[in-house]
């Protein structure tokens, strides 16, 4: 891929999504990152840039460069805190501005990347980061660490970018392990269940609404499995309990189905309680 892009056209787009520049968030100390020299690349750093060696980058360097990729492909100034406020009626003393710097990519080019990104969530590496009914996207790492010049072996930052929605992005949350242990060092097995707990978190306090036409998990061993809870409303208790063969059935009442908890087309956990309230 490096070969085919060029190396004119790989490092424009590295230089535009802000790799190699500092991105002047509050921050003390901020680096600018490492990005080969383009008059120094051969065919072999091309290469390597392309899969991610040889290269180095600061978290909210990937944090501001995968935004821009899902947001519609617009770069932003990124900034710690959204306002300043007052404590006791909440008024806003310092307002943070909004700063766009640049149309990376096109909406179209953007609107592809995040379907690739929760593919990889539901069908590849990032399995581990699935929220059934809110479409998470994501990306894992696993980057050899270098001592001395040299990589080392079996010593790695293994990580996961993970966003939701995948069609309206509200949150982008970026985990890196340094060097787990007892366990293989992948990032979709270390750091994307890490992920997946904070974006669980992130549902409630950003008020995000379960999606629909979300992208169908593939299930692989030891995973656990989620099915469509259907609607038996207005069913008797036979019925529904044929219909909810997945689910364990509590029942309270006779007659018909008047109300079921949780409620009809979400997908839950496999084998989890369905409450049925019955009445005639």
Not at 58 to 72: C, D, E, K, L, W
Not at 128 to 142: C, F, Q, S
Not at 242 to 265: C, D, R
């Amino acid at each position: 891929m490096g070969l085919k892009l060029g190396k004119e056209t790989l490092f424009k787009y590295i230089d535009n999504f802000g790799f190699g520049h500092k991105t002047g968030v509050e921050l003390n100390g901020e680096e600018n990152g490492i990005i080969f020299d383009i008059n120094k690349i051969g065919d072999l750093e091309l290469a390597t840039t392309a899969f991610g060696q040889g290269v180095s980058v600061t978290p909210i360097q990937q944090i501001t460069a995968v935004s821009a990729a899902i947001n519609g492909g617009i770069l932003y100034q990124p900034h710690i805190v959204k306002s300043i406020n007052e404590p006791e009626l909440n008024n806003v003393i310092l307002d943070t501005e909004i700063k766009k710097i640049r149309q990376v990519i096109s909406p179209e080019t953007s609107k592809q990347v995040r379907y690739v990104l929760e593919s990889v969530v539901a069908k590849g590496t990032g399995h581990n980061a699935y929220i059934p009914n809110y479409r998470v996207g994501g990306k894992t790492g696993t980057a050899q660490k270098v001592n001395n010049g040299a990589y080392m072996t079996g010593n790695y930052i293994t990580s996961f970018i993970g966003f939701m929605p995948a069609d309206d992005p509200k949150i982008v949350v970026y985990i890196a392990v340094d060097n787990a242990k007892g366990v293989t060092q992948y990032g979709g097995t270390i750091a994307a269940p890490i992920a997946k707990n904070v974006l669980l978190d992130s549902i409630n306090i950003l008020n995000i609404e379960p999606r629909d036409n979300e992208i169908e998990k593939e299930y692989v061993y030891l995973d656990k499995v989620y099915s469509d809870i259907p609607n038996v409303i207005g069913m008797n208790y036979d019925e529904a309990k044929n219909s909810l063969k997945n689910f364990k059935v509590l029942k309270i009442g006779e007659g018909t189905v008047k109300y079921q908890s949780p409620k009809a087309g979400i997908k839950i956990e496999t084998g989890t309680e369905v409450r049925l309230f019955l009445s005639s």
